[in-house]
T-cell receptor, first 112, second 115 residues
């Protein structure tokens, strides 16, 4: 079945540094790739997403890149801040949202 | 708007007991789903619904039942709880099943322990 692999499982960076989280997917028909942030004790919240017809998308300090040929996509956070500390999930699905497959998550620590 | 609400926040069950996890949304979303979150395994889809009266299975449906009698509510029933069902359960909703690329809105979760 469809699978999404996410690396690393844990990432620790110094405040102000960049953080990169990488994901690969198995279903070549996947065309929507959201990223969710989960803070302690809360449900995941969408922070950025990308569709298969673009290669990169930015929103302030956050960017996502997509390589359809290699079937991988990445989340880039620049100028990290302590409030960026959370668990981040990548996900993939076809046609907009049903049966979304999530990666295992990356726990990001930003040290002040 | 309250968004997606879930009750209870915490629950402890004994093996073999049954219970219902409640989920409600006030955004008039058509699509609702249930996930379980286990350490190192991300979020796995249990059941989902594309509208009132319509439900379908996700990746890990065994041991769980759902129904969708109204747009707002999507309860998850554990028929006979097992220790393997110890997990954090999240309900989510999204706007319109006819639209592509729907953001899912998640509830705060229910932490379930089965002894």
């Amino acid at each position: 079945g469809e699978n999404v692999e996410q690396h690393p499982s844990t990432l620790s960076v110094q405040e102000g540094d960049s953080a990169v989280i990488k994901c690969t997917y198995s279903d070549s028909a996947s065309n929507y790739f959201p990223w969710y942030k989960q803070e302690l004790g809360k449900g995941p919240q969408l922070i950025i997403d990308i569709r298969s017809n673009v290669g990169e998308k930015k929103d302030q300090r956050i960017a996502v890149t997509l390589n359809k040929t290699a079937k991988h996509f990445s989340l880039h956070i620049t100028e990290t801040q302590p409030e960026d500390s959370a668990v981040y999930f990548c996900a993939a699905n076809r046609d907009g949202g049903f049966k979304t497959i999530f990666g295992a998550g990356t726990r990001l620590f930003v040290k002040a | 708007n309250a968004g997606v609400t879930q009750t209870p926040k915490f629950q402890v069950l004994k093996t073999g007991q049954s219970m219902t996890l409640q989920c409600a949304q006030d955004m008039n979303h058509e699509y609702m789903s249930w996930y379980r979150q286990d350490p190192g395994m991300g979020l796995r889809l249990i059941h989902y619904s594309v509208g009132a009266g319509i439900t379908d299975q996700g990746e890990v449906p065994n041991g769980y039942n759902v129904s969708r009698s109204t747009t707002e509510d999507f309860p998850l029933r554990l028929l006979s709880a097992a220790p393997s069902q110890t997990s954090v359960y999240f309900c989510a909703s999204s706007q319109d099943r006819q639209s592509s690329y729907n953001e899912q809105f998640f509830g705060p979760g229910t932490r379930l322990t089965v002894l």
